[in-house]
């Protein structure tokens, strides 16, 4: 594939259709979101080598299925700086976009662009295919508003080799661009479930033998570093939930629990960010399965 010639217009086709996908209805529409950043790229791009789609027809014959690099826009600085982006685009015929930085703006949402956007295919993944009798441990986030927190978790869940991450239909749009931002690539190595139910997902997953476990401090909620003192099991193959940054899990949710735990609070502190908490809930399971 030849050099293209550098995009220096805001108005030109290829980015007003690219900026589009910054609004979530259009994003819905067209099956594809926005990545920002050669962190994100890479592991985009490598997700694709891994899968072997080795041409654009192939990628947009199957939009929607595993996260392809559909079209990725690069200022010259950048090409030069990661020049392995532009020779896997040319390897896997991939449409590509030279732009100049004030172009690029308008698809990055960060105060300072690192240079390369990419459109990717939506990750659109079954729930039945990742609540199998095999899988040890899901994080489920009901309710979940907060882009940043969304993201961070599904990266900690990645770290922490958990099978999947699932977002009720009432959480964020994990393809908002935050989000996206905020699992730093990991949402090309770690299954994510979208627009489900709660009861849905419990109902599943208790059929496939996983306990379900609410991570809140309500009053019945056993102290996660004692959970020998309660009876409960953290070795067990286990589904989280995680519930609303501002109150939590709401009873109706909590009913649908099997049971539920919150992290200790030993100094003055009045509560944990919601992440912050997720990461210690995930790693005592994952801790305590590998034991």
């Known amino acids: 594939m030849k050099t293209?010639?550098?995009?220096?217009?805001?108005?030109?086709?290829?980015i007003k259709a690219a900026v589009k996908l910054l609004r979530r209805n259009h994003r819905k529409q067209m099956g594809q979101f926005l990545?920002?950043?050669?962190?994100?790229?890479r592991?985009?791009?490598?997700?694709?080598?891994?899968l072997g789609l080795e041409s654009r027809t192939a990628v947009l014959d199957w939009v929607g299925a595993?996260?392809?690099?559909?079209?990725?826009?690069?200022?010259?600085?950048?090409?030069?700086?990661?020049?392995?982006?532009?020779?896997?685009?040319?390897?896997?015929?991939?449409?590509?976009?030279?732009?100049?930085?004030?172009?690029?703006?308008?698809?990055s949402t960060t105060v300072n662009s690192q240079g390369v956007v990419a459109v990717c295919a939506q990750l659109d993944v079954e729930i039945t295919s990742v609540i199998t009798p095999e899988a040890q441990?899901?994080?489920?986030?009901?309710?979940?508003?907060?882009?940043?927190?969304a993201g961070t978790i599904i990266r900690l869940a990645d770290a922490a080799g958990a099978d999947a991450v699932v977002l009720t239909s009432s959480s964020v749009d994990v393809y908002n661009d935050k989000t996206v931002r905020s699992t730093a690539g990991s949402l090309f190595h770690i299954p994510v479930v979208t627009g489900v139910g709660?009861?849905?997902?419990?109902?599943?997953?208790?059929?496939?033998?996983?306990?379900?476990?609410?991570a809140d401090a309500n009053d019945n909620a056993h102290d996660l570093h004692h959970p020998w003192d309660s009876g409960l099991d953290l070795s067990a193959r286990t589904a989280w939930v995680f519930g609303n940054e501002a109150?939590?899990?709401?009873?109706?949710?909590l009913e649908l629990c099997d049971d539920s735990a919150a992290v200790p609070i030993y100094g003055k502190a009045e509560s944990l960010n919601l992440a912050t908490a997720a990461s210690v809930c995930i790693y005592e399971s994952a801790r305590n399965q590998r034991m």
Do not use: C, Y
């Open 198 to 214: 709660l009861a849905e997902v419990t109902e599943l997953a208790r059929a496939r033998g996983l306990q379900v476990l609410a």
């Open 43 to 50: 592991e985009a791009l490598d997700r694709q080598v891994e």
């Open 137 to 149: 441990l899901i994080v489920v986030l009901s309710q979940v508003r907060d882009p940043g927190n």
């Open 66 to 107: 595993n996260g392809a690099v559909v079209e990725l826009f690069i200022t010259e600085e950048a090409a030069e700086r990661h020049s392995e982006f532009v020779d896997t685009v040319k390897e896997l015929r991939i449409r590509w976009n030279l732009v100049t930085e004030e172009v690029l703006t308008e698809l």
């Open 247 to 253: 109150w939590g899990m709401r009873s109706s949710d």
């Open 35 to 41: 990545v920002e950043g050669p962190q994100a790229v």
């Open 4 to 14: 293209p010639d550098v995009i220096t217009s805001p108005q030109s086709k290829r």
